[in-house]
T-cell receptor
């Protein structure tokens, strides 16, 4: 069975441009997380979904970041417009009802 | 003070040595994860614990709920164990219930 799939793996954009990341969690996993990870730091939660409901988006910078999980399966994270400080790895993770946690490979964003 | 503290931050060992990484937390949790991240790689879940002890190969994880402390042990360490090891807790309180809080990670380097 495929793990958590993220795309693109790498993205380089100029500041003020928009960017979108996609995540397909493991089939049957109701919980989906988006995290931001800076170099040498632990992941920081951006948003957590239970099915299609965003149950915690308190750390999501809503002026420029948005996310959706319309059918409770795959999810998209968007940044518009991107700033230099947004350069990081964006991680998607999903968990089963038992709490087992699986991460995608991440999407590395470079903003020039 | 961070809600999840790991020690040490950096650890260098010789191949074959017994390694211990510690994690202390100050919040109510329903479970604790030990995660592994190789340089430039994705994050892999090693263990999920809610009590007691688990063993997988050369890795052992323990948790003491009363003391709010967990340890990850690696026996007979090998250079391929070189990675960042991250402790993450699943919260069980308030509006953040079910969220993950990550430690900053312990960077392990095992020399041949």
């Amino acid at each position: 069975e495929a793990g958590v799939v993220q795309s693109p793996r790498y993205k380089i954009i100029e500041k003020k441009q928009p960017v979108a990341f996609w995540c397909n969690p493991i089939s049957g996993h109701n919980t989906l997380y988006w995290y931001l990870q800076n170099l040498g730091q632990g992941p920081e939660l951006l948003i957590r979904y239970e099915n299609e409901e965003a149950v915690d988006d308190s750390q999501l910078p809503k002026d420029r970041f948005s996310a959706e999980r319309l059918k409770g399966v795959d999810s998209t994270l968007k940044i518009q417009p991107a700033e230099l400080g947004d350069s990081a790895v964006y991680l998607c993770a999903s968990s089963s009802i038992t709490g087992e946690l699986f991460f995608g490979e991440g999407s590395r964003l470079t903003v020039l | 003070k961070n809600e999840v503290e790991q020690s040490p931050q950096n650890l260098t060992a010789q191949e074959g040595e017994f390694i211990t990484i510690n994690c202390s937390y100050s919040v109510g949790i329903s479970a604790l994860h030990w995660l592994q991240q190789h340089p430039g790689g994705g994050i892999v879940s090693l263990f999920m614990l809610s009590s007691g002890k688990k063993k997988h190969g050369r890795l052992i994880a323990t948790i003491n709920i009363q003391e709010k402390h967990s340890s990850l042990h690696i026996t007979a360490s090998h250079p391929r164990d070189s990675a960042v090891y991250i402790c993450a807790v699943v919260t069980n309180y308030g509006g953040s219930q079910g969220n993950l809080i990550f430690g900053k990670g312990t960077k392990l380097s095992v020399k041949p």
